[in-house]
């Protein structure tokens, strides 16, 4: 994930050059332009139903007192983006519908070289984070577990293996490790399973059954894909096919 640079761009409806700090930036504004014209943000005043923030067991990030509280961390490394970070979530306990307490994390930062994009990543994540089901991070954290980006693919080791296995595999992205890493610490509280599916079901949220679903990826080595950029071409079915970002080629 390439460090957003500021650039000019031409705006609609009138094509009008606005300079933006990013692509993010960009993007945003657009989207949000995009909304007024359909008037489908809501006016000033205007009471609109609002499910996943009633949802939230704490719409601020909870602040700790004198005695801190509890945090987990995590070192990434990726050589082929130059990421160089430690993500960290910020815990906190809650009683639990069962009796007694639960710790769950509510929030989630960066700190080291990383694009400043992440950090949009990391406000919306902590945000789905304090929703009182589980299952809505979880559905959150799976979606990113393909995320790929172009010649971002990197070697890293894989979490909640049995105690004393150490492996490693080709991750499609920053994005999609730390999603699996996020998975991994939910999963260590005993809140989501490995797989990213919530172990208790608090009917907030109706998920998926894990069935078969797969833990990480099923990437594969192969050619260079013209699409995402990772050597993770194969042929299948009679066709190319990148088991990273799903792109079917040549036929035949």
């Not at 923030?53 to 990434?76: C, H, K, N, Q, Y």
Request: aromatic share 8%; proline share 9%; glycine share 10%.
């Amino acid at each position: 994930m390439a460090e957003e640079r500021a650039f000019e761009m031409a705006f609609p409806p009138h094509g009008e050059k606005r300079l933006f700090p990013g692509v993010v930036a960009a993007t945003a504004a657009v989207v949000r332009w995009r909304c007024e014209q359909l008037k489908a943000l809501p006016r000033l005043g205007q009471k609109v139903a609002t499910p996943v923030i009633d949802a939230m067991f704490s719409r601020d990030e909870p602040r700790t007192g004198p005695s801190g509280t509890l945090a987990w961390s995590v070192d990434i490394d990726n050589p082929a983006t130059g990421e160089n970070f430690t993500l960290t979530l910020k815990e906190v306990t809650l009683p639990s519908p069962e009796g007694g307490t639960v710790t769950r994390p509510c929030a989630v930062g960066f700190s080291g070289n990383y694009p400043r994009a992440m950090d949009g990543l990391a406000r919306i994540l902590s945000l789905d984070m304090r929703v009182v089901d589980p299952a809505w991070i979880g559905m959150k954290l799976r979606k990113l577990l393909n995320y790929a980006e172009p010649l971002g693919h990197f070697m890293a080791f894989v979490p909640g293996l049995p105690h004393g296995e150490r492996r490693q595999q080709v991750w499609p992205s920053t994005v999609a490790y730390l999603a699996r890493l996020i998975i991994h610490r939910y999963a260590m509280l005993g809140v989501l399973d490995e797989q990213g599916f919530p172990l208790r079901d608090m009917g907030v949220l109706e998920s998926p059954k894990a069935g078969g679903s797969a833990i990480t990826p099923a990437l594969q080595a192969g050619s260079v894909c013209p699409e995402c950029g990772n050597p993770t071409v194969i042929h299948k079915d009679g066709c190319d096919f990148c088991t990273a970002c799903g792109y079917v080629g040549q036929c035949g």
